[in-house]
Nanobody
Framework: QVQLVESGGGLVQDGASLRLSCAASRSTFDGHAMAWLRQAPGTERSFVAAIDWSGGNVYYGDSVQDRFTIARDNAKNSLYLHMKKLRPEDTAVYYC???????????????WGQGTLVTVSS
C-alpha cells in the first residue's frame, strides 16, 4: 500500500528554519529514490530536492541549493527536509514523493502525499 504522510509545516518568519518529515510505507520507501516537491498558489508543482535509495546522492533545485537539505532514515522509512534561511517565496504546499526506481528520474516519479503547508511571512 502506498502511503506518504507529511508533517512539520507551519507559519514562520523570513530567515527562519523548519524541518519537514514524511512517514512512508515500507513498500513505497525501501529501495526507492524519494523527493520533495512544492506547489505555490497559482503555480504548478515543482521539484525541490531528491535523494537516492541509499542516501548517498542528493539533488536540489536551484532556488533551494545551499539552504535546504534532504535526508532519509531507512530504518524508520522516513524522509526529511531541513530548510533554513526561509524566504517568503518558499511559501508553498510541500509534498513528499516517491520514485519507482532506486535513483531519481522524471519519468519514474509516481506518487506523492497530501502535502504540508509552509508559510513564510516577511
Amino acid at each position: 500500500q502506498v502511503q506518504l504522510v507529511e508533517s512539520g509545516g507551519g507559519l514562520v518568519q523570513d530567515g527562519a528554519s523548519l524541518r519537514l518529515s514524511c512517514a512512508a510505507s515500507r513498500s513505497t520507501f525501501d529501495g526507492h529514490a524519494m523527493a520533495w516537491l512544492r506547489q505555490a498558489p497559482g503555480t504548478e508543482r515543482s521539484f525541490v530536492a531528491a535523494i537516492d535509495w541509499s542516501g548517498g546522492n542528493v539533488y536540489y533545485g536551484d532556488s533551494v541549493q545551499d539552504r535546504f537539505t534532504i535526508a532519509r532514515d531507512n530504518a524508520k522509512n522516513s524522509l526529511y527536509l531541513h530548510m533554513k534561511k526561509l524566504r517568503p517565496e518558499d511559501t508553498a504546499v510541500y509534498y513528499c514523493a516517491a520514485y519507482k526506481t532506486e535513483y531519481p528520474s522524471d519519468e519514474a516519479l509516481y506518487t506523492w502525499g497530501q502535502g504540508t503547508l509552509v508559510t513564510v511571512s516577511s
